[in-house]
């Protein structure tokens, strides 16, 4: 928004009127709205004005709320101007003629949704996304496209063929107070082409931006990976390859996505990866990356999982001044047996109910510190764990045993005639069944054709001994265990990351056959989740625990429609604006820092039975 001088002269008078104007991208290019008459005011240096403006729309926005001084107070009132024209339709009195309305032909069209819009277009301007696009040197298109992009991945996900019509038939059109707006999917397959390049510096520039709007810090850096699949062959994708699936589809070509967080779950940079990228080998290529937006703190804790629990990953992370908090791997647990055995040291942390669900119960968890060679270890015993961990054995020993019996059927038979091919398979499914395989001998005699599998009841007493067990490895000395067992914990954030990005945000499976597109895609899918987690954290500091999932079922019958009233002197009076907002739309509204309005009413005037349309001026 600007202020522009509006000079009128008559005779030989001049009257002078201030308009707060603001930019609104048409079907026929930028145009100039008016948003508000200021009247004439006191002529003031360039400087003034600007901060006049920037201090209405930071209130608009939700950023402030108190206006202690004077220039506040002027802001204020040109706040209270705007704000007073968009409640107009929840009651107030509309200025204009009075009309006969023939009531028995009153009708509504067009009904849209506009909640989860108003909402997530509200975000997207408190964090800046399309200030820090203009700063990359994005056009006023891209932009825009680049908007609707995200607003559509954080609404309702479709894939870029099917997201042209869900554009052109929602709301957002009615919210950007654009007369029309028709997108085809090559302007959004070209919208993604020019956004890719500028990725890393939008990136920085965001998390920049969440850190002085949510005031966050980067003392704690939290960092795994997930997978996600492609449908189709990919042969024009060099980084689709299969490897280890977390979306359980090992037949799929895949990407693997790597994602750094804070504390509090808001995306500090995210890179994409070979799909049989091992998970260690991602870290120090990640940590680089991060590097290059915004240097890294010194002394940070970097927190990973045990896929990355190797010697020469963490000394990666230690030659970037930077801590590290890992779990070991589980083959580490047999030398710490008798720590675990022993009853004395163990203390316990946490044993409570969920805030958010009192009837989840949680088990309880003991932890137990220890130092050796200069790295602080942390024995952890969980009841939770221990009851999956016995599941899961117990599962992949059934199963096992049944693939065992199948191939004790076959030996000598059919495929397996030759014995390479039955220690083949027994291999096989060694490697199919790791947690179990290792307390069971399976053996094969070639000249008698039998298989044998016998039980090694040494190896799986102390697997039992070991349920719900595992060991933490950290850099860190300043902290005792309860603390370190919490700081790793905060992992969990990550994992609620992906699924927020693989489930309401639906960023699998990939359908684009072209890597730099398919990186796009994913682009846009943190760009959204960027959104997602600002909204959360937002009602979270009100008080309010509900997902974006559920706020989005809330909003989505608040609606846009029009509403036609033909009138007695044969015209049709069109009124285009939102439903008053009902209590539960409010509430969110409210928590959430926004108006309770999404449009502004626009009229306009048409003859019955004819084309001719005469739109009215709003003053």
Known sequence: MFIRKNVTRRGDKTYVNYLLVESVMTDRGPRQRTVCSLGNLKPRPREEWLALVRRVERVLSGQETALPDKLDTEAQTV???????????????????????????????????????????????????????????????????????VLNRLIDPKSELAMAAWINQSAIADVLALDQLQVNEDQLYRNMDRLLPHRVRIEARLSEREKSLFSLDDVVLLYDLTSSYFEGRMLRNPRAKRGYSRDHRPDCPQVVIGLVIDQLGFPRGHEVFDGNVKDHATVDSMLESLNRRVPLREEATVV???????????????????????????????????????????????????????????????????????????????????????????????????????LRKGAGKSRYKKSEAVHQAIG??????????????????????????????????????????????????????????????????????????????QERPIFHQLDHRAQTHIFLCVLAYHLLVSIEHTLRMNGDTRSWETVRQVVQNHQVSTVILPTTTGDELHIRQASSPEPQHSEIYQRLKISSFPMRPLRTWHARNSDRQDEETQD
């Open 428 to 505: 096989r499914l060694k490697e199919r069944y790791p947690r179990v395989a290792r307390y069971f001998q399976v053996g094969y005699d070639a000249d008698t054709f039998q298989l044998t599998c016998t039980e090694k009841p040494t190896a799986k007493a102390l697997a039992i001994e070991l349920d719900g067990g595992y060991i933490l490895k950290t850099s860190r000395q300043d902290l005792d265990g309860e603390a370190l067992w919490r700081l790793y914990m905060l992992l969990t954030r990550v994992e609620s990351a992906f699924r927020d990005l693989k489930t309401p945000l």
């Open 304 to 406: 990973v999982d045990r896929g990355m629990a190797y010697d020469a990953t963490l000394a990666q992370i230690r030659a970037r001044k930077l801590h590290y908090i890992v779990a070991c791997r589980q083959s580490e647990r047999v030398k710490w047996l008798s720590e675990f055995e022993d009853d004395a040291g163990w203390q316990e942390v946490y044993r409570a109910t969920t805030t958010t669900n009192p009837f989840q119960r949680k088990g309880r968890v003991l932890v137990k510190s220890a130092e050796r060679s200069g790295e602080t270890y942390v024995l952890c015993l969980s009841e939770g764990r221990q009851e999956k961990d016995r599941a899961i054995r117990e599962k992949q020993e059934k199963r096992f045993l049944a693939d065992v019996e199948k």
């Open 79 to 149: 706040v209270d101007k705007i704000r007073q024209r968009q409640s107009l339709p929840a009651g107030g009195d509309i200025s204009g003629p009075v009309i006969g309305v023939i009531a028995n032909e009153v009708r509504t069209e067009k009904h849209r949704s506009v909640g989860a819009i108003h909402v997530g277009l509200a975000f997207y301007h408190r964090l800046g996304i399309d200030a820090i696009l203009a700063g990359v040197g994005a056009s006023t298109k891209t932009r825009l496209l680049t908007q609707c992009m």
